[in-house]
T-cell receptor
Framework: AQSVTQLGSHVSVSEGALVLLRCNYS??????LFWYVQYPNQGLQLLLKYTSAATLVKGINGFEAEFKKSETSFHLTKPSAHMSDAAEYFCAVTSGGYNKLIFGAGTRLAVHP | NAGVTQTPKFRVLKTGQSMTLLCAQD?????MYWYRQDPGMGLRLIHY???????AKGEVPDGYNVSRLKKQNFLLGLESAAPSQTSVYFCASTHQGAPGYTFGSGTRLTVV
C-alpha cells in the first residue's frame, strides 16, 4: 500500500525566504501526486498536481514542485515566502484505484516578518 | 457554482446520539469520499462511493455508515457517537477520469 511522509510537522521561515516543504512517497509505480493547502478553519484547496506530464509542476500562488522518481520525492517550493502563505500543507498520492488519495500528516508553515 | 456543500458546519453530540452529515455536489462527479481530519494524522478515508447506489469501506470505517441514493448526495451516518469520533469531517468528489478532489468546507463534530 502507498504511504506518504512529510518531513517536518512545523516549518518556520522569514518573509521573503525560500519555502521548502518535503514529501516522499512509497511506490515502485509512479502515482499521481498532489499538494493541497488548508487555511485556518477552511477546506483543502488544490495547489498543484503531477499526472505524469512535465516533472516540474507549477501551481497557484507561486508554488511549484518537482517529481523525482529516483528519490520518490515531490517537494514543494516557493522562492519568496509571503505572510499570506501561512497555512497547513498536505501532500497526497493516488492509491488503490478509484482516484482515492492517501494524505501525509501535513506541514504547518509559519511566516514571520 | 456551489461545488461541494457540507451540512452542518458545526455540531456537538452527546455520547450515544446519532446524526447524519450531508454532502452535496453539483458537478456531476461520479466518485465521492468521506475523510476525517485529526491533528498530526492528516486526512484518513472513511468510506467512498464510485456511483449511485454503491459504497465501499476506506481506511477507518468502523462506527460509520454511508449511503448514496442519488448521484449528487453522499451521506455519512454515526449511529452511536463516541468521543473518539470528535474530528473534522471532509467530503470530496471527483470525476472518474480526473484524479484530484474538490473538497467541501468541512464539518466540525464534537462528541462529549
Amino acid at each position: 500500500a502507498q504511504s506518504v511522509t512529510q518531513l517536518g510537522s512545523h516549518v518556520s521561515v522569514s518573509e521573503g525566504a525560500l519555502v521548502l516543504l518535503r514529501c516522499n512517497y512509497s511506490s515502485s509505480v509512479p502515482p499521481y501526486l498532489f499538494w493541497y493547502v488548508q487555511y485556518p478553519n477552511q477546506g483543502l484547496q488544490l495547489l498543484l498536481k503531477y499526472t505524469s506530464a512535465a516533472t516540474l509542476v507549477k501551481g497557484i500562488n507561486g508554488f511549484e514542485a518537482e517529481f523525482k522518481k529516483s528519490e520518490t520525492s515531490f517537494h514543494l517550493t516557493k522562492p519568496s515566502a509571503h505572510m499570506s502563505d501561512a497555512a497547513e500543507y498536505f501532500c497526497a498520492v493516488t492509491s488503490g484505484g478509484y482516484n482515492k488519495l492517501i494524505f501525509g500528516a501535513g506541514t504547518r508553515l509559519a511566516v514571520h516578518p | 457554482n456551489a461545488g461541494v456543500t457540507q451540512t452542518p458546519k458545526f455540531r456537538v453530540l452527546k455520547t450515544g446520539q446519532s446524526m447524519t452529515l450531508l454532502c452535496a455536489q453539483d458537478m456531476n462527479h461520479e466518485y465521492m469520499y468521506w475523510y476525517r481530519q485529526d491533528p498530526g494524522m492528516g486526512l484518513r478515508l472513511i468510506h467512498y462511493s464510485v456511483g449511485e447506489g454503491t459504497t465501499a469501506k476506506g481506511e477507518v470505517p468502523d462506527g460509520y455508515n454511508v449511503s448514496r441514493l442519488k448521484k449528487q448526495n453522499f451521506l455519512l451516518g454515526l449511529e452511536s457517537a463516541a468521543p473518539s469520533q470528535t474530528s473534522v469531517y471532509f467530503c470530496a468528489s471527483t470525476h472518474q477520469g480526473a484524479p484530484g478532489y474538490t473538497f467541501g468546507s468541512g464539518t466540525r463534530l464534537t462528541v462529549v
